[in-house]
């Protein structure tokens, strides 16, 4: 069977590598075939990207472009998997990625490229099957973030409120495109979650829609 793209996707401070890696982990845990992988990749353009985005907010134009070519490369040439993405596929794994093109089309979306454009720049890349939007308040998000010793220009208050802005109409789309887009949120009776609570959550939601769709 071919395999399937469960993205997680989010602002800055989500937690999105955590729990994209703990789900991989808890996927393999249950015998599925699971692979963690991560945009911007390590690969020459993904380094490109992380020294762009140390050094400020680029042209959203410049950035999509050169997220546009850092995916090409993931999806077929990432020596981390399997004959990049599109290999591990083929090979029925169950691919966890850590940001994918929606996050590309609503942050550069928010810094004020046109949607269209974005959508159009990035349709060589398959819809993921499942997309996860991992919900948490903005203070929330900007707390964890200025606890990092290395940030980002994309990583303030205000832009991050654009940004999760812009994924409601990303997430409306992928949606019209065929995804199937699950929100979470972080919060619960008035508390945020704390990660292994958050984790087991993720895992079963993800896992009845893996189930549903290999039937």
């Known amino acids: 069977m071919r395999g399937i793209i469960v993205a997680l996707e989010g602002i800055d401070g989500s937690g999105l590598t955590t729990h994209s890696r703990l789900l991989t982990s808890r996927l393999s845990g249950v015998g599925l075939r699971a692979v963690y992988t991560k945009e911007p ?22 950035a999509a472009l050169l997220f546009a070519a850092d995916r090409a490369w993931h999806l077929s040439q990432d020596p981390s998997l399997p004959g990049g993405v599109l290999g591990a596929l083929e090979q029925g794994y169950v ?24 959508w159009e720049v990035n ?8 997309i996860v939007f991992i919900d948490v308040p903005v203070e929330v998000a900007v707390a964890r973030v200025m606890s990092r010793e290395v940030r980002e220009g994309y990583e ?18 992928a949606e019209a495109r065929g ?16 990660v292994e609570a958050f984790s087991s959550l993720l895992f079963d939601k993800v896992s009845a829609l893996l189930e549903e769709s290999r039937r």
């Open 156 to 173: 303030t208050e205000r832009f991050l409120r654009a940004v999760k802005e812009a994924f409601e109409g990303v997430l409306r789309e």
């Open 179 to 194: 995804a199937r887009v699950l929100r979470l949120s972080q919060v619960r009776d008035g508390k945020v979650m704390d």
């Open 95 to 118: 691919v966890v990625m850590d940001r994918y093109k929606y996050s590309s089309i609503a942050y550069q979306g928010a810094s004020g490229a046109d949607p269209g454009w974005l």
């Open 41 to 62: 990749t390590g690969g020459p353009v993904g380094q490109l990207i992380r020294q762009l985005l140390a050094s400020g907010r680029p042209d959203p134009r410049v």
């Open 123 to 130: 349709s060589f890349a398959p819809e993921a099957d499942i």
